[in-house]
């Protein structure tokens, strides 16, 4: 079993910047592929970005392209997604979610092939 706590959400005004984080329980957290996933009021969860076991392959949602990092720390067992340039269009619930299959590969993009997830973080931007 694996337990996500994301952290590092807030309020910020649009141009502004955020860093979330994602910390892992567990041994195994250099094994698994993450994700950042969100999901706004009234709308589904939508990938945001992904990043390997190893984290030399990144794969961003094209709304994010440009502004937002992914970025992994295996040795603190800690994801990171720095977002800047935020929009208020940014604005939603953060998770980050863990993929034990196929992990070497970026391209499975969809919650469902998610096995772990953190609980999320509130990410507001003000125009």
């Known amino acids: 079993q694996v337990q996500l706590v994301e952290s590092g959400g807030g309020l910020v005004q649009a141009g502004g910047s955020l860093r979330l984080s994602c910390e892992a329980s567990?041994?195994?957290?250099?094994?698994?592929?993450m994700g950042w996933f969100r999901q706004a009021p009234g709308k589904e969860r939508e990938f945001v970005a992904a990043?390997?076991?190893?984290?030399?392959?990144?794969y961003y949602a094209d709304s994010v392209k440009g502004r937002f990092t992914i970025s992994r720390d295996n040795a603190k067992n800690t994801v990171y997604l720095q977002m800047n340039s935020l929009k208020p269009e940014d604005t939603a619930v953060y998770y980050c979610a863990a993929r034990t299959y196929y992990s070497g590969s970026v391209y499975y993009t969809t919650p469902d092939k998610h096995d772990y997830w953190g609980q999320g973080t509130q990410v507001t931007v003000s125009s």
């Open positions: 990043i390997n076991w190893s984290g030399g392959r990144t």
């Open positions: 567990g041994r195994t957290f250099s094994s698994y592929a």
